[in-house]
């Protein structure tokens, strides 16, 4: 889960906290770590957003550039 969370992977916290929710004595910890996971995919969804503004603007102003952004 530490590692999901250092790459920012919401989705793989989101799998993981529904496999726990299995596990009786692990509900509350599957529940922490489902809210952890949705938040991180909501930073991304945000961020995914800005990139994608950023990115039209940049082709608005050089036409022909590519501009590859990471997150």
């Known amino acids: 889960a530490s590692i999901c969370v250092i790459y920012r992977r919401g ?3 989101v799998r993981l906290g529904d496999l726990l929710s299995h596990t009786k004595k692990l509900e509350e910890l ?3 770590v489902c809210e952890i996971g949705t938040e991180i995919e ?6 995914l957003k800005f990139y994608n503004l950023a990115s039209k603007a940049i082709q ?3 036409p022909h ?3 590859y952004m990471t997150h």
Do not use: G, S
Not at 42 to 47: E, F, G, I, Q, V
């Open 60 to 62: 608005v102003i050089f």
């Open 65 to 67: 550039a590519r501009a």
């Open 30 to 32: 599957a529940e922490l």
């Open 42 to 47: 909501k930073y991304n969804l945000r961020a």
């Open 11 to 13: 989705d793989l916290l």
